[in-house]
């Protein structure tokens, strides 16, 4: 196994000032996202969601950006699993993006609310009929005795949703991540990295700043 205290990267693909951000974080993180999709960026929607649970422990796991509609971020889960609870305990949340390929990084902080269930229907209904099954097969988050107690679920509603669409569950749904600053990094060499930094005000006005690396 390598030292692990000598594993570093030198990051040099590009820079990042003010002038090419913009005044408009959302804006800039699509075009960063495009330029993702472009560069064949694995995993590009892959972030990573960070939630605080009721006895104020912080938690994190990767979740699926699904959609960036009026400049809220969307994910799909169910409203059961851990995160879920987190988060209707205590909606302050942070995303994550780390595209390695293009050795950049963002930052979200905000406050995650359900969008309309409509929302949900019209999603869930998009997706494939096995995963639309899976939804209600497993008890997310919750302990089980074994993998076969899954397989036996996915078999039951299987057969009951078979030739019939697939209701979504109750239990499952979206969540939009209102940003209340947005931190976009790029690596640069020698350690030296730029960040920029947007937060916004109550009027929804966004400030934007330079922080050290």
């Not at 969601?49 to 400049?71: F, M, P, Q, Y």
């Amino acid at each position: 196994m390598k030292d692990i205290a000598d594993i570093r990267t030198d990051y040099q693909l590009a820079a990042l000032d003010e002038s090419t951000v913009g005044d408009d974080p959302i804006l800039f993180f699509t075009r960063w996202f495009i330029e993702c999709q472009k560069a064949d960026v694995d995993e590009v929607n892959a972030m990573t969601l960070a939630t605080v649970d009721s006895e104020n422990r912080a938690d994190a796991r990767i979740v699926l950006l699904k959609g960036l509609e009026e400049g809220q971020f969307i994910f799909f889960t169910n409203y059961n699993s851990a995160k879920g609870k987190d988060i209707a305990n205590n909606p302050n949340v942070c995303l994550v993006f780390f595209w390695k390929e293009l050795e950049r990084q963002v930052r979200i902080h905000g406050t995650a609310t359900r969008i309309p269930a409509k929302d949900s229907d019209e999603y869930f209904h998009s997706r494939p009929e096995a995963s639309q099954v899976g939804a209600w097969a497993s008890p997310q988050s919750q302990t089980i005795p074994d993998r076969d107690i899954l397989q036996r679920n996915y078999n039951r509603y299987e057969q009951e949703y078979a030739g019939k669409k697939v209701p979504r569950p109750e239990h499952w749904g979206g969540y939009a991540v209102k940003p209340a600053s947005i931190e976009f990094w790029q690596g640069r060499s020698s350690r030296m990295h730029d960040r920029i930094l947007f937060t916004t005000d109550k009027n929804g006005q966004w400030t934007k700043s330079r922080l050290a690396p």
